[in-house]
């Protein structure tokens, strides 16, 4: 490609809910067009009527901002390659069909699926390869007219060059293709309709994109995108061959690749859970590359900072849930508590919240912000440990009850009712202290004493620390609680 600064693309199909595969893509070329100072060029591939829909154009567009990704040129923010969906360019690529079958560098293919596969099904009885056996390449004119008084209608093959095609992979190094295994191939569909195999390269020529990062599956289609490239070329209408990197798999269970019928995969339930944008993309940067060996938690202005794709690790990369968490954990620990607040915001309302607008106290949620910032792995999680704050009773979960409340635990909880009763409530470590001495009197330690405590004032067995929720709930309310327990055990 001709030089000048780097210029990468993403290019989606709007099929669907978004998958961490695809952000993950978009992250790579997002942050090498950042880190190059180059130009991220966002566009959609929606050919298929048959799949796309606005409804998933719209939702592609609302991810990419959600994450934090600027587009230099794109829908809605346009550019000199205007329009950015393919679905508004067919014009383009009938033109550049028609060059390509003029040039020779193209040819009608008469041949039906019924004898493709009668010949496919032959070639592998033999032992050869099953590709596409070049039947219509030389068809003379007598034999094209006779096909068309069948009433055949021909697609158009790119035809591929009698030579071993190399390039050098940015992730993978040097690779060769034999002719033998890479026929010709289709590129217009006997409808007119264009094929990703064309359009795709040709945007990349017209939009002079000078690096194409994607996905390890697409590597078998290089060979084919180079030759159509060299054509292109010789036509004037692409400035030569980007450079191809091909990103490591990402892997699920059992050993598979990630798909979109994982339900891990779909972005939607990490926004729904409450992923912060900054822990799923440290975390999904991981998946095939590293800032240092040492380090796994860094801003995505650090990984722009550092990030090349000669970096890129060509192997298979395991998509951990667990270990996704943990960073989404460690990016709400760097929040500042107020913008921490802000961002639990959506759980703390309808349709998440199961309580009353009215029964939310504000002073209570800044209260207890603090302390259950240092507990959450997502953000959703915030509403199960606040709730006994904004319900009028604590929720009542059958197996916590039963963990918690053991033979004795009755008389427990009537000598920490009265511990509590006289403790200074404004303060926590005295509201441990009458817990704790409850415990003393009973022959337990802190740990098993507060158990029947915590679930009498919370419904649940594990929540934020207990003493710092008992000051903030209020000696009224906890002291009833209490009672309410007391009352249910002795029922």
Not at 33 to 50: K, L, M, N, S
Not at 261 to 269: A, F, G, K, Q, V
Not at 279 to 287: A, I, V
Not at 416 to 433: G, V
Request: overall charge negative.
């Amino acid at each position: 490609m001709a030089n000048g600064s780097v210029r990468v693309r993403f290019c989606p199909s709007p099929t669907g809910n978004p998958h961490v595969g695809l952000v993950r893509t978009a992250l790579f070329n997002w942050a090498y067009a950042r880190h190059t100072g180059g130009t991220f060029v966002f566009r959609i591939e929606d050919t298929d009527a048959a799949r796309d829909s606005e409804e998933s154009y719209e939702q592609l567009l609302d991810s990419l901002r959600w994450l934090g990704f600027d587009w230099d040129e794109g829908p809605e923010t346009g550019g000199p390659h205007e329009p950015y969906r393919q679905s508004q360019r067919t014009d383009l690529y009938a033109d550049v069909a028609r060059r390509l079958l003029e040039a020779g560098r193209a040819y009608h293919c008469y041949c039906s699926t019924a004898e493709l596969d009668a010949r496919r099904d032959a070639a592998r009885a033999a032992g050869r390869p099953s590709g596409y056996d070049g039947h219509c390449r030389e068809l003379t004119a007598e034999r094209k007219s006779a096909y068309e008084a069948e009433g055949r209608t021909p697609i158009v093959r790119f035809r591929m060059p009698d030579a071993p095609i190399t390039f050098t992979d940015l992730v993978r190094g040097e690779i060769t293709y034999l002719p033998e295994n890479v026929p010709d191939y289709g590129i217009v569909r006997a409808n007119g309709a264009p094929l990703y195999t064309l359009v795709n390269p040709v945007d990349d020529a017209l939009m002079e994109i000078t690096h194409v990062l994607r996905g390890e599956d697409l590597l078998s289609s290089t060979p084919r995108q180079i030759a159509l490239y060299d054509a292109l070329t010789e036509l004037g209408v692409a400035k030569g061959t980007p450079a191809f990197g091909h990103l490591p798999y990402v892997m699920g269970e059992g050993n598979k690749k990630l798909s979109k019928r994982d339900p891990e995969s779909s972005l939607n339930l990490y926004r729904e859970r409450g992923f912060l944008p900054e822990g799923l993309l440290n975390y999904l940067s991981l998946l095939g590359w590293s800032l240092s060996a040492d380090r796994d938690i860094f801003t995505v202005e650090e990984m722009v900072a550092a990030f090349d794709v000669a970096d890129v690790n060509p192997n298979p990369a395991r998509f951990d849930l667990k270990k996704a968490e943990a960073i989404n954990a460690d990016h709400i620990r760097l929040l500042d508590v107020n913008e921490f607040a802000e961002r639990c915001a959506p759980w703390l309302r309808a349709p998440f919240a199961p309580w009353a607008p009215e029964d939310f106290d504000p002073a209570k949620w800044d209260a207890i912000a603090p302390h259950a910032q240092t507990r959450l792995k997502v953000l959703s999680e915030i509403t199960d440990n606040v709730d006994f704050l904004f319900l009028p009773e604590p929720v009542f979960d059958e197996t916590s009850w039963t963990k918690a409340m053991k033979e004795g635990s009755d008389a427990l909880l009537r000598t920490a009712r009265e511990k509590l009763e006289s403790a200074d409530w404004t303060s926590a470590e005295s509201l441990k202290e009458a817990v704790l001495a409850a415990g003393e009197a009973h022959g337990l330690k802190l740990g098993k004493a507060q158990a029947p405590v915590r679930v009498a004032v919370t419904g649940r067995t594990v929540g934020l620390p207990l003493f710092e929720s008992l000051e903030i709930l209020g000696r009224e309310k906890a002291l009833a609680r209490i009672d309410a327990a007391l009352a249910r055990l002795t029922a």
